[in-house]
């Protein structure tokens, strides 16, 4: 789940780290209260959605006057942003953040995120602020620092000063840093986050560190111990097919192919999609229905599917495990029967109970295809939406 950079500005300052001062607003009229409110006659207008590059994408505008700021207010507020990480539909914008102006002398990147590879806390810090930090780890991988974090020994003073040394901050600024970094990394286990990015973190002319802006991802799985964040999950940003999802428990991502999947099991939802992939065709989904696979649940996986015109094929692949091969076949059975599938169908079961699933399958009359294995799965799938674009 995503915070909007005002929500993580707030959930930041509760933790003593310094954000500008800012007040948020969903029309022209607010906009220019909060303007008032701040003073004087310079402030900045950002758009707040759920997606980076908002700066380059003409989301974040100064503006001198409160003439200037309630028309760029205007121009936001019920537009869509688009940036290179929204597709081109874009992010529809709801709310602008109003601030205050910063006396900006450099400008930092600093990122906590957790590291899959080492299993722990990682933090990530780059001189180049306010750039994307993958053209910069891409251009100069020497310029980004990563810095383990132990996970019983917790944040070390080493670590901190190294990381003071590597940005070139001056002494002042260097024990700003060390009184921040500690209260980042609270906020991140405290609060069960999975991304927490400030980009840019400025030092200003009197070299204190301010966040001028802040991204934070909360861990889904964490959610019911974190009910005061859970409530601040803005739909509108979200896909609406994955917000019904979530209803049901299934694990959707829409994306742009015409291939849709439904499998159970994440591991096995991206083998599938890379195979896709590999053989020439285009996923448009990602959907994992769980381990514990019900016909109910199938039912709303397929209509989910359903609702997406682009989709012209179907594959559901599944291993049983828990769940034996003949009670989802049952379940596949009755929800195609129910939803009404009108698109071609590969089905490809595997594991317990297999043969017996297959044979389910293959006594429904229903118009659909089995496959022998994955390989055979994705291609089938492939044929049939080429077929089904003829």
């Not at 286990?189 to 934070?216: C, F, M, Q, Y």
Request: with cysteine; net charge negative.
């Amino acid at each position: 789940m995503h915070l909007h950079e005002f929500e993580a500005k707030k959930l930041l300052s509760t933790y003593g780290v310094a954000v500008p001062q800012g007040i948020v607003a969903t029309t022209p009229e607010e906009a220019r209260a909060a303007a008032l409110t701040l003073g004087g006659d310079h402030w900045v207008v950002k758009a707040q959605v759920h997606a980076g590059g908002r700066g380059k994408a003409g989301g974040v505008r100064k503006v001198t006057g409160l003439a200037a700021l309630k028309a760029v207010a205007t121009e936001f507020l019920g537009s869509r942003l688009v940036t290179h990480q929204t597709g081109a539909a874009g992010q529809p914008i709801h709310r602008v953040l109003v601030e205050a102006p910063a006396a900006i002398a450099r400008e930092l990147y600093l990122a906590l995120l957790v590291d899959r590879q080492r299993e722990r806390l990682t933090l990530i810090a780059s001189a180049a602020g306010g750039m994307e930090i993958e053209e910069v780890a891409a251009r100069d991988p020497e310029a980004v620092l990563r810095i383990p974090v132990d996970p019983a020994a917790g944040l070390q003073p080493y670590q901190v000063r190294r990381i003071g040394f590597a940005l070139g901050l001056e002494e002042g600024t260097r024990k700003a840093l060390a009184a921040l970094l500690p209260r980042l990394v609270r906020a991140f286990h405290e609060r069960d986050l999975s991304l927490l990015e400030l980009n840019p973190l400025v030092v200003t002319t009197s070299g204190e560190l301010l966040a001028i802006d802040a991204k934070a991802h909360l861990d889904d799985n964490a959610l019911y111990r974190q009910k005061g964040l859970a409530e601040l999950r803005d739909t509108t940003q979200e896909h609406p097919r994955e917000t019904e999802a979530r209803r049901f428990n299934l694990h959707y991502i829409a994306l742009d192919g015409d291939i849709a999947c439904m499998v159970n099991g994440a591991g096995l939802a991206m083998a599938t999609m890379d195979l896709i992939q590999l053989h020439g065709g285009s996923p448009a989904n990602f959907l994992d229905v769980g381990g514990a696979t019900t016909a109910e649940r199938v039912a709303e996986a397929f209509k989910l599917i359903l609702s997406d015109d682009k989709v012209k094929a179907i594959l559901v692949n599944i291993f049983g495990g828990i769940v034996h091969c003949d009670l989802i076949a049952q379940g596949v059975v009755s929800a195609v029967r129910e939803v009404g599938v009108d698109r071609p169908l590969v089905v490809r079961l595997e594991g317990t109970n297999a043969e017996q699933g297959r044979a389910l399958l293959a006594e429904s009359g229903l118009p659909l295809v089995t496959a022998s294995d994955l390989t055979d799965a994705a291609l089938k799938a492939i044929a049939a939406a080429q077929g089904a674009s003829h």
